[in-house]
């Protein structure tokens, strides 16, 4: 793997993701240490503007550490990350936690929960309602949002705090592990939720996750993470045309990808 | 047990009192000493419809409702500013521990020294007493904070004041409750004892000392009945107002 700056993504001659558009996060120099454990070190990246990008890799590799970092939940130790030239706090994002139970607020009614990070905005009380009403609609989603929280199922709940960070309309959208702790039938719904959501809004996102057949299912580019401290092991383009359905995940198109970053996992594990 | 419904919790009352009954019947112990549940009960009625336990019953109330106030005016905040910071806490985290667990009885006579025998003195000791135990709650409740709600609050642009605010104070109001509930009954023991002190003339503790001297053991028992009840009912209202206002707690 080159060590050197954005080549270090075009290393294994996958195709780049600078060829898929501008950039709309830029990496570089990118250092995080827990300890004696170093995640990160010296990590640069570019993720292309209004595409959907899949981080997966090996337990404890950093996928999850590099979302922190960008969003700035974790401090870097070193290093910058812009947002088309801007720094984080002057762009609009939106973060999904995989803990829907421990994200959402449970003394707010749902639709307060997504009303909620409107607050910091300046929109006035009228628009806000609005919003909460196009996204509903856009959405269609029937779940009654006058019940609190923990009065709705794993998914429901999910499905709020997705609408939580989308009510802003970010340019930007993190997932950590969404869907991990929800059931499979309902996994299988709420990513095809997600989807629809990107082919309609065609918001930046960034995707972790533990599951190689969902982050390909529903990626532009998957970028497989090495350990320790992480390298991109292949920045790989799906190519599948939207929408995917079930019916894809058997297709060869689709095999094909998902056996090579399999292939590329399974390196890097031994790598390690 | 099921077949009995919502009847089940009386199985004990019933159990209980029929116990005192068999044992006044067959004299366990004397009966100027163990009088029969019924003349107890007799004794409430006649104390608590105009006579002096009601009284003193009003007396209990109002010493252990300003202490519990007062302790909540007290210890809320503190706890709230302690709990906020992880270092602050630690700094103080010893002290508070030590007179959490030092007897406020044993306080007593130094209250006594600096503010005299009167009603100010007691309700001193027991909003000391108290506070401390609803500090030492709301500073846990604010520190275990669930993380995830606090980042999901910072990465929607919440300042650190927004976020102490909307979110570790409603995080910490179960476990405040849990103080607030634990810190009345300490409040209720500490006035009881403290009515039992020289220079009281009444309330609940001065009743059941008063009765016992004058060996009217069943208007003893009936005051000691009463405070029971107070106690019982004080912990029952803080558990209804949980309830209504901390709806999520526990789910």
New interface residues.
Partial sequence: MAEDAPASLHATGASSPAAAGEPHITIRGLSKAFGEAVIYDGFDLDIPRGRFVSVFGPNGCGKSTLINLV???LEPDAGTIRFGGKRLRDTN???V?Q?YR??????MRSIDNIR??LK??NIPRAERDTRVERLVDRLGVTLDLAK?P?QLSGGQQQLVSIM?SLV?EPEVLFLDEPFSALDYEMTLFMRDQLQALFMDTRTTMVFVSHDLEEAVYLADDVMLLSRGPAEIADYVTVGIPRPRTAATISESAFVRVKAHCLDVFQKTVREA | MDRFGPLTPLIGVVALLLIWQLAYWVEVVDRVLLPSPGSMFVAVWHGMTGGQLLLDFFRTIERTSLSILYAGIIGIPLGIALGSSVPVYRSVEFVVDFFRSTPASAVFPLFLAISGPGDATKIQVATFGASLVILFNVAYGVMNA????L??A?????SKL?VLT??ML?ES?PQTFVGLRNGVSLALIIVIVAEMFIGSVDGLGHNVLDNQMLFEMPRMYAAIFVAGALGYGFNLMFLLIERRY???SG?
Avoid: C, S
């Avoid at chain 1, 421990?102 to 003394?107: D, I, K, N, S, V």
């Fill in positions: 969003a700035g939940l994002f939106g973060y936690f803990n421990e994200a959402l607020f449970p003394w909620y990070p910091f905005r609190y923990y939580r802003i | 669930r993380k995830t709600r980042q999901a910072q990465v929607m642009g919440a927004r909307d979110v409603f109001l901390v709806h999520w789910r």
